[in-house]
């Protein structure tokens, strides 16, 4: 055919940046970060409207294996994230970067798992609405989780300083 | 050479928004792993999903899922979908030729195409046929690809399926209806007329005689041994092929080393290497020997032999840059990296500006959240 199986992987997240760029999905911005390297690309997420997160811009990194889309990426946020679903170094916890039974946290073992029928949207998809919905049955950082449930007030709090330090002020 | 063939990369946003139809086909004819047009399509006879066959046992050597629907799927559960495969030839073959004629109209003209104009020969000048072919029963959008100046945008060099010599995209087709006796376009038109003639009337017959006689008994040699694949067409090549044994999957923890560097040996592989390496040749070897088995256009043994080594040179590649994949075990072997000779810069080229700008919209999104903050 025309074309060599040995660049699936590139090819395929050629393919899925074009398409990003053609059609973004509202909110979302991701790209490789350089030319050099494909398997690595930036993410910039807006906070969604009506929650805490509003008005924030939340940059992440995307790391691809090189057997993707066999396997899922890696995600972490760049910046201060105060979330149930996000480790305090930033690693993002959910479903989708998964591949079923491999769930460090083995929950919701229906939800959406990686598959090679996965894309990088749906991944950024589904850190949108994870954003603005917390699930609480996994806990990826315990403090922000019993925050999140016990004082919602404070959780917002915390949530806005950082959006502030994220984006450049010092008052907090 | 595949340089080019691999910084060109189609999808089905290629076609103009005034057709969805043709997007919508040209997606349903992708696989959903890939995003490739659908190549030796397997059929879950479990779900119904359809995948490329090499993409489907790449996948399932990774876990035995349907992609799509999760369900338990195994191996012996795919089925061939050949029809499939044929629709998947013809569209590929036609794309090219119909995205140019399409391209070669301005969009405001769009909606004056009709099926009169379009079946009569084109007035543009650098569109019309420079041989005084006047056959009224060769059609106008075959004209198109006989331009001998190609337009430098649109034009790539793929490798031919059949021969893998390097040939310009929008010649490719013509190259693959000649049964690769072409290279230059020049002498070809007669060919080309013939294989029309053919096609039309539907018959393995070709009915032009002269000068063609080579060509025809080709024909009729490929026919006769491929019936059972007619798409064969496309690939019809005489090639001296080494003929390797049918591999099997193996149980890797039950053999021993020299077990193991022995069926390698056996099945014409090379048996140096360390155990991974060992069993990741064997794994990609069996994908790659049993997808070709279910391709539409066979390649040689030889040329499935260099492609695993090219593979294979890639993952060492990877494995000595430390840029392997952390989380699974098996990704560690299934590696699949880009070819060395991989140049992305055609392609970030036309599409940086749109990621500069977007990344310029959420710096502007941001400062306005400052200014409204403070
Ligand atoms: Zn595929
Ligand atoms: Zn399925
Ligand atoms: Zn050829």
């Known amino acids: ?172 | 050479m595949e340089l080019n063939q691999q910084n060109h990369i189609d999808d089905p946003s290629e076609w103009p928004e005034e057709f969805p139809g043709m997007r919508e086909i040209d997606t349903r004819l992708r696989c959903p792993i890939c995003y490739e047009l659908l190549s030796g399509s397997l059929m879950s006879t479990n779900c119904g999903h359809v995948y490329c066959s090499l993409c489907i046992r790449r996948a399932l050597v990774t876990r035995k899922l349907c992609p799509c629907c999760f369900e338990p799927l195994d191996e012996h559960q795919l089925v061939l979908a050949r029809q499939l495969d044929e629709l998947v030839e013809f569209f590929r073959t036609s794309r090219v030729d119909v995205l140019n004629a399409l391209r070669h109209s301005t969009s405001s003209s769009f909606d004056s195409i009709s099926i009169e104009e379009s079946s009569q020969i084109d007035s543009t000048p650098q569109e019309t046929i420079k041989t005084g072919d006047k056959d009224s029963n060769f059609p106008a959008n075959l004209s198109k690809t006989d331009r001998s100046s190609p337009n430098a945008d649109t034009d790539i060099y793929v490798e031919c399926p059949g021969c893998q010599k390097l040939i310009q995209g929008s010649k490719i087709n013509w190259h693959l209806d000649n049964y690769c006796k072409n290279s230059d376009f020049a002498d070809g038109l007669q060919n080309k007329k013939t294989k029309y003639r053919e096609t039309t009337k539907n018959k393995g017959i070709v009915r032009d005689g002269g000068n063609n006689v080579n060509l025809v008994s080709n024909r009729i040699d490929n026919r006769r041994m491929n019936q059972t694949k007619p798409s064969m067409i496309f690939g019809a090549t005489q090639r001296k092929d080494v003929l390797l044994a049918k591999p099997s999957k193996l149980v890797y923890s039950i053999l021993s080393d020299s077990k193991l560097k022995k069926i390698l040996k056996d099945l014409g592989l090379p048996s140096t290497g360390t155990r991974n390496q060992l069993e990741a040749r064997h794994t990609e070897w069996v994908s790659r020997y049993f997808a070709n088995e279910d391709s539409i256009n066979p390649k040689s043994h030889n040329k499935l032999l260099k492609e695993l080594a090219q593979w294979e040179a890639n993952v060492q590649k990877t494995a000595s840059s430390g840029f392997a994949n952390k989380r699974s075990g098996v990704g560690k072997k299934v590696v699949d990296v880009i070819g060395p000779s991989f140049n992305s810069e055609d392609y970030l080229a036309a599409n940086a500006d749109v990621f500069d700008e977007l990344k310029l919209k959420a710096q502007q999104n941001k400062g306005k959240r400052k200014k409204a903050d403070e």
């Not at chain 1, 409207?49 to 090189?66: C, L, N, R, S």
């Open chain 1, 1 to 172: 055919m025309y074309r060599n199986h040995g660049s699936t992987a590139l090819r395929r997240l050629m393919t899925e940046y074009r398409e990003l760029c053609l059609n973004p999905p509202e909110g979302i911005i991701a790209g490789p970060v350089s030319e050099d390297n494909f398997f690595e690309w930036e993410a910039l997420i807006m906070g969604p409207p009506d929650t805490p997160f509003e008005g924030g811009v939340f940059p992440a990194i995307i790391k691809f294996p090189k057997d993707y889309p066999l396997n899922p990426p890696s995600m972490r946020f760049t910046c201060p994230m105060f979330h149930p679903n996000v480790y305090s170094n930033g690693e993002v916890c959910i479903s989708i970067l998964h591949p079923p039974g491999e769930d460090p946290n083995q929950y919701e073992t229906s939800a959406e798992r990686w598959s090679p029928v996965q894309s990088v949207e749906k991944i950024l998809l589904s850190v949108l609405s994870m954003i603005a919905e917390p699930n609480d049955e996994s806990g990826a950082n315990v403090d922000a989780s019993k925050i999140w449930r016990e004082n919602r007030d404070e959780y917002n709090k915390i949530v806005k300083q950082n959006i502030k330090k994220t984006l450049g002020f010092t008052d907090a």
